[in-house]
């Protein structure tokens, strides 16, 4: 049973993640993620739980998104039966100038099967969003007839114009700058929003249930569809890991991490839109 599941930590240019990705009955897959400017040197230790048999290093993968280094490190996790913290884990990134540190926080887990009646728990579940998306989309058709509408009576043109349907990529990005600028849209409710938009575009056009799996069965699902370049699951994660670190840790995000995320969620749209989807 997974207690805690991601934490992350953002200092300036640096960022850190940890994660529980997978779980067997007798150990764990335990991702250490960082982002850090260029051009410097980052400094990150090897995860520490206390009591574990073995932690067994893979080789990291290293990527270039959005001008950051992105380092994914991975390490099996092999352990007996109980309760075991993974702890804190802070990575330091200098340019000589400047330096920078950043902790996640430690994570919890159980290994081996869960207590009689107890159900496991890997992930937070998002409620389905089948009804937000379809309203989503519906709102903004409406808004636009609305506007064609006041158009056509105005100019009493001949034949009303068909309506327009609006397409899904463009109701998102839509949704997603109006939420953005209105300042009445408090962060709890932009992350609730984000994630909705995620979770019903990726369900829309890859046609697999993420409005209703966990975060790390989304990921890995996008991570094992090679149509698709690396940087989706990347970008993917960060946007559900950013935006449960609001919802569920009610931790503030600053407002260049916003931006970040606004062009995640328009990069994975990109990557992800189908051949006949309407740009």
């Given at each position: 049973m997974i ?20 779980r ?5 897959v ?10 410097g040197?980052l ?12 932690i067994?290093a ?5 990527e ?13 996790v092999?352990?007996p039966?109980?309760h ?8 330091t990134?200098?340019?000589g100038?400047?330096e920078?540190?950043?902790?996640a ?7 081996g099967?869960?207590?009689a ?24 058709a ?9 158009a056509?009576?105005a100019?009493?043109?001949p034949?009303?114009a ?14 997603w700058?109006a939420?953005v600028a209105?300042p ?7 992350a609730?929003?984000?994630?909705r938009?995620?979770?019903a575009?990726?369900?829309h056009t890859l ?6 799996w966990t975060?790390?069965?989304?990921v890995?699902h ?6 698709l ?6 970008r993917?994660?960060?946007l ?22 606004g062009?995640?969620?328009?990069q994975v749209i990109?990557?992800t839109r ?6």
């Open positions: 207690v805690a599941w991601c934490a992350v930590a953002m200092a300036g240019p640096l960022v850190v993640r940890t994660s529980i990705a997978e067997s009955p007798a150990g764990v335990v991702v250490v993620q960082t982002e850090a400017a260029p051009g040197t400094t990150v230790p090897d995860p520490v739980v206390a009591g574990a048999d073995a067994v893979e080789t990291p993968r290293e270039r998104i959005d001008g950051d280094e992105v380092i994914t490190r991975r390490y099996s092999r352990a039966t109980g075991y913290e993974l702890q804190a884990l802070t990575a990134w200098t340019d100038a400047a920078q540190s950043a902790t926080p430690a994570l919890f887990f159980d290994l099967p869960p207590p009646g107890v159900e496991a728990i890997e992930d937070i579940v998002e409620p389905a969003t089948s009804t937000f998306r379809w309203g989503l989309i519906g709102g903004v409406a808004a636009v007839a609305a506007v064609a509408a006041g056509a009576f100019f009493r043109p034949k009303a068909p309506e327009r349907v609006i397409p899904l990529d463009e109701a998102t990005l839509t949704a700058a939420a209105d009445s849209v408090d962060e709890m409710a932009r609730v929003l984000l994630a938009l995620t979770r575009w990726l369900t046609s697999f249930p993420a409005d209703a975060r790390p069965e989304v890995r996008i991570g094992g569809l090679a149509a370049p690396p940087e989706v699951a990347m993917v994660d960060r559900l890991s950013a935006t449960d670190l609001v919802k569920y840790a009610e931790s503030a995000i600053p407002a260049d991490t916003w931006t970040r995320l062009t995640d969620l328009k990109e990557r189908p051949a006949t989807e309407p740009s």
